[in-house]
DNA sequence: CAGTGGTCTAGACCACGAC
DNA sequence: TCGTGGTCTAGACCACTGT
């Protein structure tokens, strides 16, 4: 006897024909789609049948729900480019704030700018040792912060800073201190400082992550993490930023400005 | 009067609870948690309130559920590096063959490759709109074919290519086709590719990269996106690639190698 | 076969946003 | 006030895994 496949769950298959009706343009961009009780009695199913099937598509960004208002279909991402030249080896935090949105423009901007909501202790977490690993040190050499920025009145980026616990004044370190933690640490530390390297990966936002980010926990977060070390080579910072990944995406640039059609905007 | 702030839901403060016991090690990485119907018993809640806070350390990678068999803390993501020297004009496809992990070596990786699994017609989908728009070209002057690449056993990436419709050998198409794309497409056109530019983003899996990836929707999906064109700057493809988050990153190198303590595994 | 997680139902109550 | 989505319960049946 053949292997039985199992049956596709209901939930699914109705995942797939709100999909369906999506892309049929039967349920348009930006309109809103039948209540859950009514889609529960339209299809013969339990509500919470429909609202598993309405839960993926809200996490793969096809339907935005809005509480006591109803569930919308997504217009097109306009997703943020933050340009990053490969060849330089200038900190980009710059760019990330002329890239992102303002929200509506004056009000809540005042509160723009990154602040450290964590002085963690360097306790042998597992990301703990991650960093002491990266910068070849032994954890108890180091410290941590952890800070927000806020774009438009909303969180956008959430970083985490290790760095060799040297010579750090306290004055940098303070809960809801505004600056720019980079640049601060080089300064405090009085030397410049390089990329080494960057890499990019994707992740679901963890409980703590989600809550600084204002997104569900589980939510696609870019992660571009890295050691930045000082002119004759020795690492002196790891970072490690988590953005949502519906609202930024980082670019690249491999030939001069002009040359074509550019991804940005 | 304040502002009444909702309590936090239930299942959310058990997610904590989980999670501060993991972080604690009661629960150490590796080890199977209680089982649904016991948890509900030792916090006197419904199953169904378990496995929503079970479900959401499982989007956030802390958890993996096994089914039949129970659900397990995570041990430290082993994350595979995949180098791209960011002045480099060259395709890395290879560097992802070599740098994804082999299954258990020998026996499916018969299965290993590129392969081309659909060619969809390029019908003004907000995704073919886009390529477009990359391209600088109309919805209907372009192709489109869409590949899966299997490294050890599994599907990993999952990739769409925009290419102008001109001299496309029907042979490069034929679903089931082993080969790189990237190379192939290349090869068919008679002209050395170079990058134009490369973008990263995440994003939730929607159904159809959920199921080619044999993971489920919403789970996080690192985006590697870009165009590519012809030595005298005209854009010839637009590439965008879907990878588990969880079994994949990518690094770029602004130093000699050598220099520090490197991110390669 | 026993135990695990996966799916589905029925029903209840609540918080939120718009009117 | 009403309709929306959000949470929670109780109970049932099933599919998968390891023994």
New binding site residues.
């Given amino acids: 006897m053949a292997t039985?496949?199992?049956?596709t769950?209901?939930?699914?298959?109705?995942a797939r024909q709100l999909q369906e009706r999506i892309d049929a343009g039967t349920y348009p961009a930006g309109s809103?789609?039948?209540?859950?009780?009514?889609l529960s009695a339209e299809f013969?199913?339990?509500?919470?049948?429909v609202?598993?099937a309405?839960?993926e598509l809200e996490r793969a960004a096809v339907l935005e729900?809005?509480?006591?208002?109803?569930?919308f279909v997504r217009p097109p991402a306009v997703r943020v480019s933050i340009a990053v030249d490969p060849r330089s080896q200038r900190f980009d935090l710059g760019s990330v704030h002329t890239g992102l949105p303002l929200g509506t423009d004056a009000p809540e901007a005042a509160q723009d700018g990154e602040f450290v909501v964590a002085v963690a202790p360097v306790a042998g977490s597992t990301e703990d040792d991650e960093a002491a690993h990266r910068l070849g040190r032994a954890p108890e050499e180091l410290s941590r912060v952890d800070t927000v920025i806020r774009l438009g009145g909303r969180p956008r980026v959430v970083s985490s800073y290790w760095v060799p616990s040297g010579p750090l004044p306290a004055e940098l370190l303070r809960p809801g201190r505004p600056g720019n933690m980079v640049l601060d640490l080089a300064r405090a530390a009085g030397v410049e400082l390089e990329y080494d390297w960057r890499a990019f990966g994707a992740v679901g936002a963890d409980l703590a992550d989600a809550e600084l980010l204002g997104v569900p926990p589980g939510t696609a977060l870019l992660v571009r993490e890295g050691v930045s070390c000082t002119p004759d080579g020795t690492p002196a910072l790891y970072v490690r930023r988590r953005i949502d990944g519906s609202s930024a995406r980082f670019v690249l640039h491999y030939r001069e400005p002009g040359g074509g059609s550019g991804p940005v905007r």
């Fill in positions: 039985h496949r199992t049956e769950p209901l939930y699914r298959r109705l809103r789609l039948p209540s859950e009780p009514e013969g199913v339990n509500r919470l049948t609202r598993q309405v839960a729900i809005r509480r006591g208002v109803g569930t």
